[in-house]
């Protein structure tokens, strides 16, 4: 079974800067994508970001040229930069691993972004 650790969440101004981090143990077969989904409230859960074996990198048009998303495949630990932050960014964001059989979330971490 594969479980997904992540932290970094918090309260942050607009125009700040925040660094999550998604730690996966357990085992993990073939190649997978890691990536970063966030539901803000009363809202459906979307992408932000994801990133494949090979590093390629997908983003949500909303964050574009604001986020960035990179992983350590030694670690099994994706990670998700935030920079220029708004309040629309305001949400839990959410790990996921998919593999060909499985997909897996995290618990969730709140990011606020309010002055």
């Known amino acids: 079974q594969v479980q997904l650790v992540e932290s970094g969440g918090g309260l942050v101004q607009p125009g700040g800067s925040l660094r999550l981090s998604c730690a996966a143990s357990g085992s993990i077969f073939g190649p997978y994508v890691m990536g970063w989904y966030r539901q803000a409230p009363g809202k459906q859960r979307e992408l932000a970001a994801t990133i494949a074996n090979g590093d390629s990198t997908n983003y949500a048009d909303p964050v574009k040229g604001r986020f960035t998303i990179s992983r350590d495949n030694a670690k099994n630990t994706v990670y998700l930069e935030m920079n220029t932050l708004k309040p629309e960014d305001t949400a839990v964001y959410y790990c996921?691993?998919?593999?060909?059989?499985?997909?897996?979330w995290g618990q969730g971490t709140q990011v606020t972004v309010s002055s």
């Open positions: 996921n691993v998919v593999t060909k059989w499985a997909s897996y």
